[in-house]
Every structure is written in structure tokens, then in C-alpha cells.
């Protein structure tokens, strides 16, 4: 054999190796982890329970976040911090500065003491969030229609908040409904069932025929009926009427037929509203809620945040045991008619 040949042998006998590994096929990816959800006896997710949807993420997204929906881990962590450090502090003469933005006014009632938002941004796909609106893309809400082309204006009517009647003093009536203890504020009830200031707690009880959601807020009771069809457009509800059905392993809910008395940020009376309850694992529900009007916003707009599993029971509510707040509010109004008189 020659020298030629006995290289060419030698190199053979090395670089098989080498290629017998190269061909060896690539380990398989790790298996997903299958998740398995609670099921009712009807073979439908069981939502039963009791839930929170406590979070700090604003609804509108801020304009630091510069149009990004989704956090990194350090993002995240610095404004959840931010925002413990805003709530431990005293209050000023304009209130107490929360995340950011002015909760308390020098005539407000409320403090530090009685929040309860929890203390972190909501998490969706393993990802905070830096706003509960998801669309449009910006995370605010849509313009809205012009105040002439809206019969009654939009601040016809009680609205759950501070708007609509909110201005009025010369009787209990005129005041917004959530003041007097009728329907929590904040649409904490919904829909859509946001989170608010405190008491973000829900219990859900579900049948076949019905689910209905028990609101920890004022002790609201939602009613949704499964299959059904929407009352007469003449009936009207303070919460709505609630028609609920399965889509696969989703509860859609489709909610008309409001009353004026509460109004979603001066929504009117044609507001629709769909939610969507998808039992993501043993420990959350991934809510999401479309909110339609052609009469108050430009465009239909979508919000998506997690109910996390909390422990029970709801407690009573209760509002007025000992409230004197609408005696005094009426009693300074008559107060101010008086000095304004002898001015």
C-alpha cells in the first residue's frame, strides 16, 4: 500500500467518528406541560369559586410605557415598587399620590388605610401588563362621539361613579347610585367587571341554566342566564341583561339592555358588552370584555385581565351602618344656598 493510500485509510478511520456524529438526531424538545382544569358534572369548565381580580395595572396605559402592553421581569418589578413607595406615604394637602396619579382630593374621603389593590401588575401569558386595554394597540380608550350626535348628552342619567347626577344636591335621588350604597362603584359588578380601590373579591356559583357571580363590592348579585334570549329592549337593568353560553371551553356572556342609572363612562343605554371567562388552570380565569357603542366611542375597544383564585368566604358588605356622609353632604349643600344668600 502506499504512503498515499495508507493517509487516505487513516483520515476515514478519523473522520468517522466525527460523522457518525454529526448524523445523530437532535434531542427532542421537551413534552408541554399539560395543564388540567377543574370540570363541572355537565363536562364544562368549573368556574366555582371565589376569585379576585386585584392589580395594580391601570386600565389606560401610562405614557412611560411608551406603547408597550407587555413587561420584562425588571420593568415590571420597578413600578410595582414605585408604587408601594407612592401608597406608604403621608397624605399631602391634594391627597395621597398612588401610582403615579392623585387618588385622594383635599375633600375626599378616603386614605391609604382603606386600599386594597393588591401589589402587583397583572400577569397574562406568563407577562405583566402594563394596561388592562389591549385594544386599540395604544391601551386607551377610543375617542368619543361628539356630545350632539348623543341623545341626552352623555351626562344624562346616575352613573356608578362620580358622573351623572353627581353635581346635583337637592335630594338623596340626585345622588349617584354607588353614593348611596345601591350598586358598587368603579364597575366593580360590571360588566365589565373591573377592579377597583378595594373589596376585589367574587364568588361564583354555576349550573347548567345559570352562573351567577356575587360581588364582594356593596354585595352586588349578577344573574347569567345560560342559552336564553335577551329580555324585551323596553326592560331595562341595572346591570344589564346577561346571556351567557359556551364557546368550546370558554363562557361567553353577551350583556344588554342597561338602565341609565349606570352608566360605563357615560356609555348609553345601547351599550353591548361581551365577556369571555376562560379557566386558564386550577388558580385563574383569563377575563376578557368588549365593550360596543357606536353612540359614545369611535370604535369598539377590548380590555384582558386574570381573576386569581383567593380564599373565602365573601364577607356582608354593608354600607350604612352609621353613615351620616349623606346627611352632611345634602346639609352642606344647604349650608353653601345659605351663605351665598346672605353674601
Not at 420584562?72 to 420597578?78: I, P, R, Y
Not at 413600578?79 to 406608604?88: G, K, L, P, R, V
Not at 356608578?160 to 350598586?183: F, H, I, M, T, W
Not at 329580555?231 to 368550546?248: N, T, Y
Request: charged letters at 20%; aromatic letters at 6%; one cysteine or more.
Amino acid at each position: 500500500m502506499s504512503y498515499r493510500l495508507l493517509v487516505l485509510s487513516a483520515a476515514a478511520v478519523i473522520a468517522g467518528p466525527v460523522l457518525l456524529n454529526a448524523q445523530t438526531p437532535a434531542a427532542k424538545p421537551a413534552a408541554k406541560k399539560t395543564i388540567t382544569i377543574p370540570r363541572a358534572p355537565d363536562g364544562h369548565p368549573d368556574l366555582q369559586g371565589n376569585w379576585t381580580n386585584a392589580t395594580i395595572t391601570q386600565m389606560q396605559r401610562l405614557p412611560q410605557f411608551n406603547g408597550k402592553l407587555q413587561l420584562t421581569d425588571e420593568e415590571a418589578s420597578k413600578f410595582e415598587h414605585a408604587d408601594q413607595d407612592a401608597a406608604s406615604e403621608k397624605p399631602g394637602k391634594d391627597g395621597v399620590v398612588l401610582g403615579g396619579a392623585a387618588f385622594t382630593g383635599s375633600n375626599a374621603g378616603y386614605n391609604v388605610l382603606f386600599i386594597d389593590r393588591g401589589s402587583q401588575l397583572a400577569r397574562v401569558d406568563g407577562q405583566k401588563r402594563s394596561s388592562l386595554i389591549v385594544d386599540p394597540p395604544d391601551g386607551r380608550v377610543p375617542a368619543t362621539v361628539p356630545r350632539d350626535n348623543q341623545a341626552g348628552g352623555r351626562g344624562a342619567g346616575r352613573g356608578r361613579g362620580a358622573g351623572g347626577g353627581g353635581g346635583q344636591y337637592d335630594s338623596v335621588k340626585n345622588r349617584p347610585a354607588s353614593e348611596r350604597c345601591l350598586v358598587g362603584f368603579g364597575s366593580t359588578a360590571g360588566p365589565p367587571m373591573m377592579p377597583v380601590l378595594y373589596n376585589n373579591n367574587y364568588e361564583i356559583v354555576q349550573t347548567p341554566d345559570t352562573v351567577m357571580i356575587l360581588v364582594e363590592m356593596v354585595h352586588d348579585v349578577r344573574v347569567i342566564r345560560m342559552n336564553s334570549e335577551h329580555e324585551p329592549a323596553v326592560m331595562r337593568k341595572w346591570l344589564g341583561d346577561s346571556i351567557g353560553h359556551w364557546d368550546g371551553d370558554t363562557l361567553v356572556v353577551d350583556t344588554t339592555n342597561f338602565s341609565d342609572h349606570t352608566r360605563f363612562r357615560g356609555a348609553s343605554e345601547n351599550l353591548h358588552v361581551i365577556e369571555r371567562f376562560q379557566r386558564v388552570d386550577a388558580n385563574s380565569i383569563l377575563y376578557r370584555v368588549t365593550l360596543d357603542d357606536p353612540k359614545t366611542w369611535t370604535k369598539q375597544w377590548t380590555m384582558e385581565f386574570p381573576f386569581l383564585s383567593t380564599q373565602g368566604p365573601i364577607f356582608e358588605y354593608a354600607c350604612h351602618e352609621g353613615n351620616y356622609a349623606m346627611t352632611d353632604i345634602l346639609g352642606g349643600a344647604r349650608k353653601q344656598e345659605q351663605e351665598a344668600t346672605k353674601k
